[in-house]
């Protein structure tokens, strides 16, 4: 298998084609392998530290590092981690356990440009909330059900290998990242791959060389992503091969290259996509150069639909995106079919809608748009029409994408808002998402009018 070396990544080498998941976690792993682990700045590990009294385990208090603590802690428990600096990769795999910062600024896990990932997460029910992480190779924070660590060093979700076997590494059941902030990781910044029913909400991703969150590889997902803020990143929220009550709903995404994509493709299991909902955000200005670069040079794109089916694409303001506001396209073998664009607004974009698939179920109605290709759109496509004719592939207005900018130094992100009571019960994440009503979410009116961390 391919591997890319620590030096390409930092200088941002391109990923592969658009509309596809990029790189996955395998395609740095040899490159840091010798890397994997590190220390906190608190002090060194110890064998000997004794389980503290009661259900909240304290670092430094009672162990001075993250991972001894969560090693330590019994299901149900929470891990408490005060201000600090940790150059660790921690690996929490027990369910039900909550990983909290008590400030949100304060607790920063620190990969230094060398470590692989910052948090991975293969215990079900389990949370990571209230912290900062940044400057690991591969990912801040990562939500998986592939449990074999010599797998996961192979290529759990990356390129250049063969589809993940779901009946041996099922789905994680339950997660929760939440007042999370994850900047300037080599690839994602929350990573949710083959693993359901689980919660990405209030949290900041920024400078990531793939995406700022990624859901893929879930069927059914049972997912909500909600009130995050993405931006500087490759793309700002990516879906492949994520189908089936997965709601994103209520997020800022803007400036990045690429706002929103929701992909099939075969490199991982359970295509083709569908049955996503995408309503109520702001896809804003997702023209950013002081970005990594994307894919094949993706750039300009407010929402792209590449080969996904059956989702709905509702009440979103799409603006200011140079190449399109919201596209649909078929990739090699993946159709995008039955998808529904409607209600949204798409002003200022280079060109509002784009149908570049031949599938005749794509509809599109009431999105108030200037700019159409093929021209008409909405009416020779709209929601309802019958027995309408094939129609002319649209394309996306020409945008020449500027030279994309390492990882690793994209503008650090300002302060967010931390947890009101960090010592408040800790709530492992069960029964999640619950109910999810898209409709509660409305159309935008300005990039200030939607719910986010910022």
């Not at 794509?362 to 093929?374: D, E, I, K, L």
């Amino acid at each position: 298998m391919q591997t890319l070396s620590a030096e390409r990544l930092l200088n941002c080498s391109p990923v592969p084609a658009m509309f596809r998941a990029a790189l996955r976690l395998s395609v740095l792993i040899a490159s840091v392998a010798l890397a994997a682990t590190g220390c906190s700045t608190t002090g060194s590990t110890s064998s000997d530290a004794r389980h503290p009294a009661g259900n909240v385990l304290r670092v430094p208090q009672d162990f001075p590092s993250v991972q001894q603590a969560v090693d330590v802690a019994r299901e149900g428990e929470t891990v408490l981690i005060g201000p600090g600096v940790y150059r660790e990769s921690v690996r929490v795999t027990k369910p039900r356990v909550v990983l909290r910062g008590t400030d949100r600024n304060k607790v920063v896990f620190d990969g230094g440009v060398r470590l692989a990932n910052g948090i991975t997460v293969t215990g079900a029910g389990s949370v990571v909330e209230n912290l900062t992480v940044h400057g690991y190779l591969a990912n801040g924070v990562l939500f998986t059900g592939v449990t074999d660590e010599r797998l996961q060093q192979r290529g759990a979700g990356g390129s250049a290998y063969d589809p993940l076997d779901t009946t041996r590494f099922p789905a994680v059941r339950g997660f929760r990242a939440t007042r999370v902030t994850a900047y300037n990781n080599g690839l994602y910044g929350i990573y949710a791959f083959d693993a359901r029913d689980g919660v990405i909400e209030d949290s900041y991703a920024s400078g990531h060389a793939d995406s700022g969150i990624y859901v893929g590889q879930c069927k059914p997902c049972g997912t909500l992503v909600r009130g995050n803020t993405v931006e500087r990143n490759a793309v700002g929220i990516e879906l492949t091969n994520a189908s089936d009550n997965l709601s994103v709903v209520g997020n800022l995404v803007a400036r990045n290259r690429v706002g929103v994509t929701v992909n099939s493709n075969d490199l991982e299991a359970l295509a083709p996509q569908h049955g996503a909902v995408i309503a109520g955000n702001v896809v804003a200005d997702n023209n950013a150069s002081d970005t990594p670069e994307q894919a094949d040079g993706g750039f300009g794109i407010g929402i792209g639909i590449g080969g996904g089916t059956a989702n709905r694409v509702q009440r979103n303001l799409v603006r200011g995106n140079r190449a399109a506001g919201v596209v649909v396209t078929d990739p090699p073998g993946h159709p995008a079919s039955g998808n529904r664009v409607e209600g949204n607004r798409a002003t200022g974009n280079g060109i509002d809608l784009v149908l570049a698939s031949a599938d005749h179920d794509n509809c599109f109605a009431g999105n108030r748009p200037t700019t159409q290709s093929p021209d008409g759109l909405e009416g020779r496509a709209g929601c309802g029409t019958r027995s309408r004719g094939a129609l002319p592939a649209g394309r996306t207005a020409p945008v020449q994408a500027p030279p994309g900018v390492p990882f690793s130094q994209v503008p650090a992100p300002p302060a967010q808002p931390s947890m009101p009571d960090p010592t408040s019960p800790g709530r492992p994440a069960t029964g999640l998402p619950g109910a999810v009503d898209a409709a509660a979410y409305p159309l935008p009116k300005d990039v200030d009018a939607v719910p986010h961390s910022r």
